[in-house]
């Protein structure tokens, strides 16, 4: 937590987002000119599916800017808003319009029609051989995108998956019941399902770009069970799974989007895929 309360501190300096993003991008705008030195031609495209996250969209796009240039790796940030009624596309604009277009793809929609089409829609724009997924609101730190790196060339892993469940893997700003209904939902996914991956409904994952393209297409299903399909559909086409601990933190600004409903369709995907699998 001492790396999110030094960024707070870090955006309280500035009177606005232009302001703050104009700083910003001073401080890494020179290490564009080194980036990709890794003596790879591998290029990640971050997928970022949005709806309502104004205030949480500047943070994570500097953070992501700043860990891959840092590391040194071609990189793409694609937004893909589902007409956010809170002006997140105008703060993307903003974005753009500082770190250029060749970094900062916008991709929009006209409403909220889904994660699975959120990554097809993304993936259609996407430039690069690597795909990464996560969220838009801070749950997930980019500093492990270049773990999952590493880790994806040790075996040339088809998917690496963020864990929250294993290794170093936690979860921070949760309060009881959440916890217990996450681990819950997890306990009973391995039982029944058996998936070879210790964490089945975190949406923090690379994958080769050609891997995703297979996955989401075999998919059926929405909302959050749509990230263990993706894991059970890799395991039945044989593709390597390989993890990396993460340390995941609950929303700063901005409502949780996990609510009865979303517990419902849960256990009925999970239903499904037990019978189909």
């Known amino acids: 937590m001492h790396s999110i309360s030094f960024l707070f501190a870090y955006v309280n300096k500035f009177e606005s987002l232009e302001e703050f993003n ?16 890794m003596g790879t031609n591998d290029k990640y495209s971050v997928l970022l599916p949005t709806y309502n ?3 949480n969209l500047p943070i994570i796009v500097w953070l992501l800017i700043k860990s891959f240039t840092e590391s040194g790796y071609d990189f793409e940030i694609i937004v893909i808003d589902d007409g956010s009624p809170d002006g997140t596309l105008d703060v993307a604009k ?15 929609r006209e409403k909220k029609l889904g994660l699975g089409t959120a990554y097809i829609h993304g993936m259609k724009h996407a ?14 730190h980019p500093k492990f995108i ?33 916890k217990i209904i996450s681990r819950g939902a997890n306990y009973v996914t391995q039982v029944l399902l058996r998936p070879g991956a210790s964490d ?26 749509f990230q263990m399909e993706m894991i059970i559909r890799a395991r039945q086409f044989g593709f390597t799974i390989g993890e990396v601990g993460i340390s995941f933190v609950d929303r700063v600004y901005g409502e949780s989007k996990l609510g009865g409903n979303e517990i419902y369709q849960f256990a009925k995907g999970l239903l499904y895929l037990f019978a189909t699998t």
């Open 22 to 37: 104009k700083a910003s991008v001073i401080s890494v705008s020179n290490k564009f000119l080194s980036a990709n030195k």
């Open 53 to 55: 996250e104004k205030d």
């Open 94 to 108: 903003q974005l753009q319009n500082i770190y250029g277009d060749k970094k900062i793809v916008l991709r929009p």
């Open 127 to 140: 430039t690069g051989n690597f795909v990464v997924i996560m969220d838009a609101d801070l749950s997930h």
């Open 146 to 178: 270049q773990q999952f790196i590493e880790k994806q060339k040790e075996k040339d892993y088809d998917l690496v998956s963020g864990t929250r469940y294993s290794g170093n893997g936690g979860v921070f700003g949760w309060d009881l019941k959440r």
């Open 200 to 225: 089945l409904t975190g949406s923090f994952r690379l994958y080769k770009k050609k891997v995703l393209e297979k996955l989401v297409q075999s998919c059926k299903s929405k909302g959050y069970v």
